[in-house]
């Protein structure tokens, strides 16, 4: 009995320290996101729409906070809300940013990597960056979608 209690904590111990490496961290550093879009009044053509994006670069309003390089909100092909920070992961600073087109692909011009949101996921299409953008929740509270860091 002892043993089995014995190896029992081991393989517990093991699959715990298994998932330290699992964490996934940014090169993007967590800083304060926050937007409220009221998709009837403010944006109404962004509501139910596909493959639509909205660029945040500056703050709206004074409790509006746009993360470190700015923040995109985008309409995936599935129709949902996501969002992520303009900042380009490869290079980490917050005025080289990614440019969206019209594909749902966000492009670096300063180190060439693309970036394929239209899923919603972000990763990168060229190998250069080995993660993807930095992604922001979204919530989605009656006609009003919610960004957040967390």
Do not use: W
């Not at 239209?118 to 960004?147: A, C, D, H, Q």
């Amino acid at each position: 009995m002892m043993k089995r209690a014995y190896i029992v904590c081991c393989l517990l111990a093991l699959s715990l320290a298994g998932c330290e490496n699992d964490i996934y961290r940014s090169s993007i550093p967590d800083v304060s996101v926050h937007l409220e879009l009221n998709l009837v009044s403010q944006y109404p053509l962004f509501a139910n729409s596909y493959n639509e994006y909205i660029i945040f670069s500056e703050p709206r309003y004074a409790v509006d906070r746009v993360g470190f390089g700015g923040v995109i909100v985008y309409t995936t092909l599935e129709g949902k809300y996501v969002a992520f920070d303009l900042a380009c992961p490869v290079e980490a600073k917050r005025d080289v940013r990614v440019e969206p087109d019209d594909a749902g692909v966000l492009t670096c011009a300063v180190c060439g990597e693309r970036y394929d949101i239209t899923f919603g996921l972000g990763y990168p299409m060229e190998g250069i960056s080995k993660e993807p953008l930095k992604r922001y929740v979204t919530s989605l509270y009656g006609n009003t979608l919610i960004v957040s860091l967390k």
